[in-house]
């Protein structure tokens, strides 16, 4: 069966992730954790862990990488990093940059803390305040070995989701984590 990861950035929210969580199931899913949010909701993201989804660092302050300076960007990722293996033990091997937006510098500086950058290949536009349909059809559309960029702290994202699974079932797509 073909595959297609399912990705969500800038948690945890008290406000979504449990309710998020709930309607993946046991469907499993990437979780690009940003720094202050997993500071502010530790039990969120040992709550993720422990429900078997891959956590990956979207960085501490959510900043656009490539116009800081490389010991900036580099505690950026450092600081994200330590705390999620703080937090749940494990480290990271996943790194999404905020916005998408990278460069060498920024792959070099995820290279140098042993990560992976991950961008998307589907952008359901839920940062944008689109509304559950359009989620849903944006996410719908992805291809085999597709990955997905959806947001936590989106209610119309949580409500899609539930429809997003059984689209992607309905064209023999299983979702998966990443693995780094």
Do not use: C, K
């Not at 069966?1 to 499993?28: H, W």
């Amino acid at each position: 069966m073909d595959t297609v990861a399912l990705t969500f950035d800038d948690g945890p929210y008290p406000s979504t992730t449990p309710a998020l969580l709930a309607a993946l199931g046991g469907v499993r899913a990437t979780f690009f954790l940003w720094g202050e949010h997993a500071a502010a909701h530790p039990d969120l993201v040992r709550a993720i862990a422990a429900a078997g989804h891959t956590i990956g660092n979207h960085t501490w302050t959510h900043p656009h990488l490539t116009g800081l300076s490389a010991d900036a960007r580099d505690q950026e990722i450092r600081r994200t990093q330590d705390l999620l293996v703080t937090l749940t033990g494990l480290r990271p091997a996943l790194f999404r940059p905020p916005y998408g937006d990278t460069d060498d510098a920024v792959r070099t500086t995820a290279a140098e803390h042993e990560l992976t950058e991950v961008l998307w290949t589907v952008d359901t536009r839920d940062w944008a305040g689109a509304p559950a349909d359009e989620v849903e059809a944006a996410a719908s559309r992805a291809e085999p070995g597709g990955v997905v960029l959806m947001h936590e702290g989106r209610p119309a994202t949580v409500e899609a989701v539930p429809r997003i699974l059984a689209a992607l079932a309905a064209r023999g797509l299983r979702p998966v984590p990443i693995r780094g």
